[in-house]
């Protein structure tokens, strides 16, 4: 039976009454102003799929393939429509139907097989690519614009690489009085391109007197693969990360019941993971594994608003504006928190943004493969954070962290991009 016409779709299905409270939320109803660019324009479409009314490739898979799913409609939304999991369905029917070509195919296989899940070669990778900025190839590429559309948005995402990383082999020590342990989900393009944030997140950790635990056998959150239909092999990877975090992991084990939290900073991944409850719950084996390790993941920040048990005490003057992760902040439901973190850091400034809650168009891959589009929304972003006149821009996921250094660079912002666990570090670190 096709996942589109099965009872559980149905019930998804019926949930939307069709109010339109969800266009004003949608960004790429913004951006195009069309009702097929809209929550509820997608839903009639997945219907009319459902009922054989139209075909799986064509206009249906281009609608599908330009929604951000960035969840936005989900809060909005009064009758508590479950769009993540309908669009997430979508995309798994349309490629389980189409047939990609040879030079798709090795792509994808290369990116979400080959090297996303093998932290190794990621770390290869941006080995070669700080070689890259050095010896000043990356001007030079940028300068010229020779690039294929696709391949120049990938690499205007690359950050400034440092040849420094955590060294995960040993549990980090608790600082002071020990409150507890957790265990830390260092992610893979996060683990490899922003290595200065996972450190951060480790002394921050410390600091507030946790034990920090690193299981070895941690692999990709499985959020690229889910964004793009491969949804048995995100289910995979769920898999082995929560087998990871079982009494055979490494440093000794402790099994996610054994740990006071699993922490993730960033936000699309985190939203995966504490989903991976429902990912697998057809599963006989691991069902009830992923409950409790869903139930046990913690953002950084949602943890540090409940335990900051050393309240950051040195001063960074900056005026500073936090962009949410559209994942924190509609899946993960984390918005307070963030904010809280920042104003107990002593001399920063917050100014909010006139919309907080719009997507930089990032969205996983979404700003490689439908680059115009979330190019609009990134100079929207942009517009919006030039306009309050700030130095310091914070974020909370990979992707948002990678799209806004971009944006910066784009609008010549004189401003930098920091992680919200950089800026408590900076902290600590200035303590009298």
Do not use: W
Request: proline share 5%; aromatic share 6%.
């Amino acid at each position: 039976m096709s996942e589109l016409t099965s009872p559980r779709f149905k019930t998804l299905l019926n949930q939307c009454i069709h109010c339109g409270l969800c266009l004003p939320a949608c960004p790429t109803y913004a951006v195009f102003g069309t009702e097929m660019e809209s929550p509820r324009g997608r839903i009639v479409l997945m219907r009319a799929a459902a009922e054989g009314r139209i075909r799986l490739d064509g206009a249906f898979r281009e609608h599908i393939a330009l929604c951000l799913a960035c969840r936005a409609c989900e809060p909005a939304c009064p009758s508590g429509v479950q769009y993540g999991t309908m669009v997430e369905t979508a995309r798994t029917v349309i490629e389980k139907a189409r047939t990609p070509s040879f030079f798709e195919r090795t792509v994808r296989r290369l990116a979400l097989r080959e090297l996303m899940p093998h932290s190794r070669r990621l770390h290869l990778i941006a080995g070669t690519m700080r070689a890259y900025q050095l010896i000043g190839l990356q001007s030079l590429v940028r300068g010229l614009s020779f690039l294929p559309k696709n391949l120049q948005s990938l690499e205007a995402l690359l950050p400034p690489l440092s040849t420094s990383h955590p060294d995960y082999r040993e549990p980090a020590p608790a600082i002071g009085e020990r409150r507890g342990t957790v265990a830390f989900f260092h992610g893979c393009v996060q683990d490899a391109f922003l290595a200065g944030v996972n450190a951060a997140t480790i002394r921050v950790l410390q600091r507030n007197g946790y034990q920090v635990h690193v299981p070895a056998r941690q692999t990709c959150c499985g959020a690229a693969q889910l964004h793009l239909g491969e949804e048995a092999l995100a289910r995979d990877l769920a898999r082995q990360n929560i087998d990871a975090f079982e009494p055979s992991s490494a440093h000794g084990g402790g099994q996610a019941g054994g740990y006071d939290a699993i922490i993730s900073n960033a936000g699309g991944c985190g939203a995966v993971l504490k989903e991976y409850a429902r990912l697998l719950q057809d599963d006989p084996v691991y069902a009830e594994k992923a409950r409790r390790f869903s139930a046990k993941l913690k953002d950084i920040g949602e943890f540090l608003a409940e335990h900051l048990n050393v309240p950051p005490r040195g001063k960074v003057d900056v005026r500073a504006t936090y962009v949410d992760s559209c994942h924190l902040r509609n899946v993960q439901k984390v918005i307070r928190q963030p904010r809280e973190l920042l104003r107990a850091i002593p001399g920063l400034e917050l100014v909010e943004l006139k919309q907080p809650d719009r997507c930089c168009g990032s969205a996983g891959v979404y700003n490689i493969l439908q680059a115009e589009t979330a190019n609009a929304l990134l100079d929207a972003k942009m517009a919006d954070i030039a306009a309050i006149g700030v130095n310091t821009i914070v974020t909370t996921n990979t992707g948002c962290h990678l799209q806004l250094l971009n944006g910066v660079r784009r609008k010549g912002l004189n401003a930098r991009v920091v992680h919200l666990v950089e800026l408590l570090d900076q902290s600590y670190a200035g303590e009298p």
